[in-house]
């Protein structure tokens, strides 16, 4: 069921803000703002919509359509007589109302690529906390790492009780290959994903041709936008040159840089690289960028330069 979220806010910066963060949870809702000129399609296209109003500025919108409507106030009193964006507050009542009205706010599965610049715990540790124990309402997560064996976790086996992920990238490059073949080759493993296991030789990954790999990523992707498996999913990708890297970037959601610190000599040299990453990403898709710093401890996760009161 299509529903949108319309924004009266005359602020920008705080729109444009609002937009990202509302999008990361609800992919598949129409955001706008009612000033827009594509407003009347929307509505035409959405049988549900969520109303969000800058109460400082404008009173509760006027209810001009037979469409069912729900109205949330942007601003809130944190408790110090100050009025604040509490965007944890706002996606509540948004799950809230969609729940009572059969709306699906997330059919479908969100394939994730993370490019880890970071040692072994760092990485595992980034994706425990961003993935493992994410609020994301599906029940499993397949896990796919395109790496040298020799950097996958312990806990990924080979042979024949664990599938094998050598086996299912041959299996990618046949003409027949389908996204419903992948399951073939997964099993859980005992971090609590699904997957395929480590290569039956360290660097099986990097004999096979590249293009047999995009149509290994593309078919996750097909495989994770079925609705009925209620799955997520999250490629691995160590190790490869940024021109395969940026083929594999196109065929996923979104993306994820994980690099040492805001402060590290690599990060000015890798301005061009993230920029290359930001031209190939699809429609709709964000490129995350972390640092290894904000792992340490606790998970602190911007996906975008939002101002101080959001």
Not at 90 to 119: C, H, M, Q, R, W
């Amino acid at each position: 069921m299509a529903f949108s979220i319309f924004i009266y806010e005359n602020d920008e910066a705080v729109f444009t803000s609002l937009k990202l963060r509302l999008t990361h949870y609800f992919s598949d809702a129409y955001i706008i703002n009612p000033s827009e000129s594509k407003n009347k399609l929307v509505k035409d296209v959405s049988e549900f919509t969520i109303v969000l109003f800058d109460n400082r500025q404008f009173k509760m919108p006027e209810k001009r359509t037979t469409q069912k409507c729900d109205y949330i106030p942007l601003y809130s009193d944190d408790g110090n007589n100050n009025l604040v964006i509490d965007c944890s507050r706002i996606v509540l009542l948004i799950k809230n109302i969609l729940s009572t009205s059969n709306v699906e706010d997330s059919p479908t599965g969100k394939l994730n690529l993370l490019l880890p610049f970071a040692y072994i715990d760092e990485r595992e540790n980034f994706i425990n906390k961003n993935f493992v124990n994410s609020s994301s309402s599906n029940q499993y997560i397949i896990r796919i790492d395109l790496m040298s064996g020799i950097r996958m976790p312990s806990s990924f086996k080979t042979g024949a009780d664990t599938g094998s992920l050598t086996e299912l990238i041959k299996d990618a490059g046949k003409a027949d290959f389908t996204p419903d073949r992948i399951l073939d080759y997964i099993n859980p493993d005992s971090l609590g994903f699904l997957s395929p296991g480590k290569p039956l030789h360290p660097d099986d990954v990097f004999d096979v041709n590249p293009s047999h790999v995009v149509t290994l990523i593309s078919n996750f992707r097909r495989l994770i936008q079925n609705k009925e498996l209620k799955a997520d999913g999250i490629v691995v990708c160590e190790g490869w040159k940024t021109t395969d890297i940026l083929k594999f970037v196109s065929k996923c959601d979104d993306v994820h840089l994980l690099i040492p610190s805001r402060t590290c000599d690599e990060i000015i040299g890798m301005e061009d690289f993230i920029g290359a990453i930001k031209r190939s990403l699809s429609t709709n898709s964000i490129l995350h960028i972390h640092y290894c710093e904000d792992y340490k401890n606790t998970v602190s996760k911007e996906l975008i330069n939002a101002p101080a009161n959001i």
